[in-house]
């Protein structure tokens, strides 16, 4: 039968237009497919810290001012020192290297040095700089040469040049969509009803997938997190949308409807559950986007479009898939394997009393331990299961030697005494390791002199093996040159100039033929200025100079911390504009201070947000903070867990997997709670209420639970980047902590408050052809009824109808409308016309009225829905018992047609 539903039209011109949109889909996913390619994928999280922090202002002025060469550390094991010399002279002969570093005794250069810093303990440190940056091709040329010429040691290279941890992440990602794909057809077969759902789930999550990830690049960036787990956790987070709409499906046709018809039925039923289902997931996500660290932004807008996408293509191209298997659909039906579990309602029911209390101990504790959970914020100190080719090469240097971490204090350009004060502080500090600066380069047969120093005439004559007199003539033409007269009144001889100044313009003017230098002085100004050239690209700009250097000890922490601190307060010291200390300690310590912003700020928000969905999705006031308590709770637990293993975690997963678990794990809640209100009002019997709840949301939290759950795992133990891991495994024991809370606890606290949900229900007014709480009386006469109503009818009747009623109507109306039928004659009639919105349970549960002189009726005494017979009614009479069977079937056909949560289906009501 036609209806003039909105919903019921929009979904019959989807399903009339399928082809249409089939095909529509088929050409954006080609074009998506196309598109991925072109995403670009970013591998450093300290680009996503926010504009005011020094880490992100100083990373971009490097990236701007300076050139950054590769380097790289090769340690080889097992081998004498001979051996490891030989290696070394042999790596200076690959084209791309500057220089190679081990000691040499017979190299004037290591005079300062130690053996031991170079080996020991049978193992040998070679450490590598590249003549370019990190991706160019010589440097990925010279790389991969240096790999090949040490892979007959026992060797392990620790490097970023040839480091792409994007790929090797998807990789694993490739192998984990296997797995959680094997993973999600099981539980499918186990749960579902037909084969061949599974192929059209498969189908529908492909297209929504590629859509989503092709989609990407209108964003330009995205994180390597964020490329890496948006496709798990789309599949994770939004499979339920399409099993809710093939059940849908399933239902409608059991109850007879050609399958054109039950589709277009079923789509306008799941248009509207789906989209409230997906509220509570993006609120989650949203408030990721409020981050400060604006890699939850990045995330959050991802994941978010995720979601979007598999609801569009639940809503447009699954339904072409249905029909196009709907024979397939009725020849593979198959038995619902999964099993009743009414005794552990039983068993839930008779320990209300025990394990709220138990409970409430659990997460008084597990709120104090998560506090306290140890937190990491540099990602190559986190460590999961499997380790990366870069970790395991960073380890193996740091049992015998210490890589350290590179750290650059960048200054105001110009003041060449103030960077060597600078830079002679810091060979002060013990902790402070292999300086590099244009102030530090030594000059002279004795390297008595630095780069920057400034020299006499004579003194550069020394340096540059140069006559004295020609030095005198290069002095004078340069002061005459620079207009700098002050140097002949005090007299050349004294004038003094700095030799990085005086090699530029003795380079400048041999270019232009003004100076008539020999052939071996041209040349040695020339390789003197290259490489004066190589260093200023490193270390000097238009505006700013830079001093590198290698900080031993950890990467973060408070003792790191605190030197940081104490070198940037002494360079900060020479210099009245602002300098920058950026390195991988500064990052972390900008992170953590972020962290503690973003960690109040997401828990705030998340509860906020599913809160108010909550509160209008049940029009109570009591139950969102049931459910809140419950989740939050499961959080707590969570991440309460690192703090009593002393495993440091790394903080992203706690800011994503706690917004996560809130937003997507709150659906279980729902389920129970919407069933509970319904069937308590229904039963009139908490205990029945509680067990009938737990077995009809059991297979809806066992489908979408283990399927969220198995993936957090699965991404946790298949992944090598120890970042991505410990998310998988934050997510996957929050999930099944959620999961246990939700099936234990929840409703053993609804059992509890029950005396208090009625009295904190509210009604939200509605649209005009609601006639909420109107009176209606009258004889012989014919009504149509479309809402739940409560009132006599030869008894007492509550609920929702289909159907015809003639006699005496004495109803009230406590949602819907109603109306008198034209020309009615002698007759009475009530009822539904198909295929109209019939409400949802909580509907039914929160407005019946308890104040009309029908309390106990109203309370759900009065039908004995196991029985079949009415109470407190005539029992004298066969018409009043076929109409409380007709009652109870009706609101068996509500619990079951109502949509109850964004997750009920798998359930026979």
């Not at 939700?742 to 059992?751: A, H, N, S």
């Not at 019946?848 to 009065?862: F, L, P, Q, R």
Request: charged share 20%.
């Amino acid at each position: 039968m036609e209806n003039n539903n909105i919903m019921y039209n929009i979904s019959r011109i989807i399903v009339d237009g399928r082809q249409a949109f089939f095909v529509l889909f088929i050409i954006a996913a080609i074009f998506c497919a196309t598109q991925i390619s072109k995403v670009e994928v970013e591998d450093d999280i300290s680009q996503y810290l926010p504009e005011d922090t020094e880490t992100r202002q100083g990373v971009d002025i490097m990236d701007n001012e300076f050139e950054t060469h590769g380097t790289a550390k090769v340690l080889l094991a097992n081998i004498t020192y001979e051996r490891a010399l030989s290696v070394a002279k042999g790596l200076k002969n690959i084209d791309g290297l500057d220089r190679v570093q081990f000691y040499d005794a017979e190299d004037s250069d290591y005079d300062d040095d130690e053996l031991n810093d170079y080996y020991r303990d049978s193992a040998a440190l070679i450490t590598i700089t590249f003549d370019e940056e990190e991706k160019t091709d010589l440097s990925q040329k010279a790389i991969a040469e240096v790999r090949s010429f040490v892979q007959d040691y026992d060797n392990y290279v620790y490097t970023t040049v040839d480091l792409d941890e994007s790929a090797e992440l998807m990789k694993d990602i490739r192998f984990i969509l296997g797995l959680v794909a094997i993973i999600i057809v099981g539980v499918l077969l186990f749960t579902s009803s037909t084969y061949a759902e599974v192929p059209i789930f498969i189908l529908t999550f492909g297209m929504a997938a590629v859509l989503n990830k092709g989609t990407n690049y209108i964003f330009g960036t995205i994180s390597y997190i964020s490329n890496a787990v948006d496709a798990i956790l789309q599949l994770a987070l939004a499979i339920d949308y399409a099993i809710i709409l093939f059940h849908r499906y399933m239902e409608e046709r059991d109850n007879g409807l050609p399958p054109r018809d039950a589709m277009v039925t079923a789509l306008a039923k799941a248009i509207v559950e789906i989209s409230s289902s997906s509220l509570t997931t993006i609120s989650g996500l949203i408030a990721l986007v409020f981050m400060h660290f604006k890699i939850g932004q990045d995330l959050g807008l991802v994941l978010c479009k995720a979601i979007i996408f598999s609801m569009l293509t639940v809503f447009f191209f699954m339904p072409a898939l249905i029909m196009m298997f709907r024979n397939a659909i009725e020849k593979s039906r198959h038995k619902n394997f999964v099993p009743s579990i009414n005794h552990f309602g039983k068993l839930i029911y008779h320990t209300r009393f025990i394990i709220p209390v138990l409970f409430l101990g659990v997460i008084v504790i597990a709120s104090n331990y998560s506090s306290r959970c140890p937190y990491i914020f540099d990602t190559y100190t986190a460590r999961g299961p499997l380790k990366t080719p870069y970790i395991e090469a960073k380890d193996r240097i740091d049992e015998t030697f210490e890589t350290g971490n590179n750290v650059a204090i960048i200054l105001p350009k110009g003041d060449y005494a103030k960077e060597a004060a600078i830079i002679a502080d810091l060979k002060g500090r013990d902790y402070i390791d292999t300086i590099l600066a244009l102030a530090n380069v030594e000059v002279g047969d004795e390297e008595e002199y630095i780069l920057t120093d400034s020299l006499n005439p004579r003194e550069f004559a020394d340096v540059a093996s140069i006559d004295a007199g020609l030095s005198k003539l290069l002095y004078t033409a340069y002061a005459q040159d620079k207009e700098i007269y002050g140097a002949f009144i005090d007299g050349i001889d004294e004038y003094r100039i700095p030799v990085i100044d005086l090699i530029d313009f003795i380079y400048d003017k041999k270019e232009q033929g003004a100076f008539n230098l020999s052939a071996k002085q041209s040349q040695d100004i020339t390789d003197i200025h290259d490489d004066i050239t190589t260093a200023r690209k490193q270390l000097e700009s238009e505006d700013y100079s830079r001093i590198i250097f290698v900080l031993n000890g950890p990467a973060e922490g408070e003792e790191t911390y605190g030197r940081i601190a104490e070198i940037r307060e002494m360079a900060q010291s020479y210099y009245k504009e602002r300098i920058y200390v950026v390195g991988e300690p500064t990052s972390n310590f900008d992170l953590s201070s972020s962290f503690n912003m973003d960690n109040t700020l997401i828990s705030v928000l998340t509860a906020l947000f599913v809160g108010i969905i909550l509160l209008f999705t049940f029009q109570s006031v009591s139950l969102p903070f049931i459910l809140l308590i419950t989740i939050q709770g499961s959080i707590w637990i969570n991440f309460s867990i690192p703090y009593l293993q002393n495993k440091p975690l790394f903080f992203l997963c706690y800011l994503i997997v706690s917004s996560i678990q809130m937003g997507a794990t709150i659906d279980y809640a729902i389920v129970i709670t919407n069933r509970y209100v319904y069937l308590r009002k229904e039963l009139g019997d908490k205990k029945s209420a509680i067990i009938r709840s737990l077995n009809e949301a059991f297979p809806t939290i066992l489908t979408s639970g283990s399927i969220l759950t198995a993936s957090g795992f699965i991404v946790a133990n298949f992944t090598s980047n120890a970042t991505i891991s410990q998310l998988g495994t934050a997510l996957g024991r929050g999930t099944l902590t959620s999961i246990l809370l939700v099936m234990l606890v929840l409703p053993q606290l609804l059992c509890i408050f029950d005396f208090i949900l009625d009295r904190t229900f509210f009604r939200i007014g509605g649209s005009p052809s609601q006639n909420d709480g109107n009176a209606i009386k009258e004889q012989q006469t014919v009504v149509i009824v479309n809402g739940l109503i409560n009132g006599r009818f030869n008894g007492y009747l509550i609920g929702e109808f289909r159907g015809t009623m003639r006699g005496d109507v004495d109803l009230r109306i406590r949602r819907g409308s109603a109306r008198k039928q034209e020309g009615a004659d002698g007759s009475i009639s009530t009822g539904f016309e198909d295929n109209m919105n019939t409400g949802s349970e909580e509907d039914s549960a929160a407005f019946i009225d308890e104040s009309d002189g029908h309390k106990d009726a109203m309370a759900g005494n009065m039908i004995d829905t196991h029985a079949g017979t009415p109470k407190d009614t005539p029992t004298d009479t066969e018409e009043m018992e076929n109409t409380a069977e007709d009652i109870a079937a009706a609101a068996s056909e509500t619990a079951t047609a109502s949509p109850s949560s964004s997750l009920d289906r798998h359930t026979d009501a």
